[in-house]
């Protein structure tokens, strides 16, 4: 390691980078530097501790050059499952920059006996077979993903997000709920019971900060299209922040 305080970049926007951001000075005090990115989708992020930087990096190479250029020691890359092309990009990229990286990631949720699970690939396939599973549709697939969905007729969609859409939707019949993770299972009850919702849409994202629907749905007897993430990147990998922080603590 260099003579000056090693560098930690987090790849974030998930609860687990900010948990991440704030345990490592908690664990090693003040001999690592933490800076945390963020792509940008939120109009007003919540604060993480240490260093945060905002906005792509430019692909590939921008990010292998920032690397340098910001003498990078370490990467964790704790993004969201489903943010796939920043997983490519930084396993790509830290080795080009001959930087370590290790992955943050969430185990999938694994269906019970009491779920009623349509497992799917993607979301055209979740597309394909909602209008077979229900008419009001509770539909948890990020704000890019409700795009699978617009031709669609005869389904009422409740989609949640955290800002407010730009413009609207491009789904025929639809309400907006606004809100941001974790979720608990009181409110998601109350919202499944007042919307009325008859099935659930739901990408296989893990953890814990949106697991209440499922529970909800479960409790309902509902039935849940869920979409499986994307194939993980190859890499070293762990599921726990404790696992995060003693590679951390290897590395300086
Ligand atoms: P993506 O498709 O994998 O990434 C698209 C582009 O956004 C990347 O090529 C990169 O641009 C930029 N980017 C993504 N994450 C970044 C980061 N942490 N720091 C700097 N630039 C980043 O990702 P996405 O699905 O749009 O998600 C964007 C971010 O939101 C991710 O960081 C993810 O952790 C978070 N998030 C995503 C979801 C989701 O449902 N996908 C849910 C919760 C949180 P350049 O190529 O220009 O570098």
């Given at each position: 390691?260099?003579?000056?305080e090693?560098?930690l970049?987090i790849?974030?926007?998930?609860?687990?980078?900010?948990?991440l951001a704030a345990a490592t000075p908690q664990r090693f005090g003040g001999r690592i530097a933490v800076?945390t990115?963020?792509?940008?989708?939120?109009?007003?992020?919540?604060?993480v501790a240490g260093t945060?930087?905002?906005?792509?990096?430019?692909?590939?190479?921008?990010?292998?050059?920032?690397?340098?250029?910001?003498?990078?020691?370490?990467?964790?890359?704790?993004?969201?499952?489903?943010?796939?092309?920043?997983?490519?990009?930084?396993?790509?990229?830290?080795?080009?920059?001959?930087?370590?990286?290790?992955?943050?990631?969430?185990?999938?949720?694994?269906?019970?006996?009491?779920?009623?699970?349509?497992?799917?690939?993607?979301?055209?396939?979740?597309?394909?077979?909602?209008?077979?599973?229900?008419?009001?549709?509770?539909?948890?697939?990020?704000?890019?993903?409700?795009?699978?969905?617009?031709?669609?007729?005869?389904?009422?969609?409740?989609?949640?997000?955290?800002?407010?859409?730009?413009?609207?939707?491009?789904?025929?019949?639809?309400?907006?709920?606004?809100?941001?993770?974790?979720?608990?299972?009181?409110?998601?009850?109350?919202?499944?019971?007042?919307?009325?919702?008859?099935?659930?849409?739901?990408?296989?994202?893990?953890?814990?900060?949106?697991?209440?629907?499922?529970?909800?749905?479960?409790?309902?007897?509902?039935?849940?299209?869920?979409?499986?993430?994307?194939?993980?990147?190859?890499?070293?990998?762990?599921?726990?922040?404790?696992?995060?922080l003693?590679?951390i603590?290897?590395?300086?």
């Amino acid at each position: 390691m260099p003579d000056r305080e090693p560098h930690l970049l987090i790849l974030g926007g998930t609860a687990e980078a900010a948990a991440l951001a704030a345990a490592t000075p908690q664990r090693f005090g003040g001999r690592i530097a933490v800076t945390t990115s963020l792509a940008g989708r939120t109009r007003a992020p919540l604060a993480v501790a240490g260093t945060m930087r905002v906005g792509g990096f430019g692909g590939v190479e921008g990010l292998a050059t920032w690397l340098e250029t910001a003498r990078v020691d370490m990467v964790v890359d704790a993004t969201h499952p489903f943010a796939a092309r920043i997983s490519a990009n930084a396993r790509q990229a830290c080795t080009v920059a001959a930087v370590p990286r290790l992955i943050l990631a969430r185990r999938p949720w694994i269906a019970g006996p009491d779920d009623n699970w349509r497992g799917v690939a993607d979301l055209d396939s979740a597309a394909a077979i909602l209008p077979e599973l229900g008419k009001r549709v509770f539909l948890s697939v990020g704000s890019q993903g409700v795009y699978a969905f617009t031709r669609l007729g005869g389904v009422h969609f409740v989609v949640r997000m955290i800002d407010p859409p730009v413009e609207a939707l491009p789904l025929d019949d639809y309400m907006v709920v606004l809100g941001r993770g974790p979720f608990d299972e009181a409110s998601e009850l109350r919202l499944f019971e007042d919307a009325r919702i008859d099935a659930l849409v739901s990408r296989n994202s893990g953890g814990t900060a949106t697991i209440a629907k499922i529970t909800v749905a479960r409790r309902l007897g509902l039935p849940v299209v869920m979409v499986a993430p994307p194939p993980l990147e190859p890499g070293l990998r762990v599921d726990a922040l404790e696992g995060a922080l003693q590679w951390i603590g290897d590395q300086i």
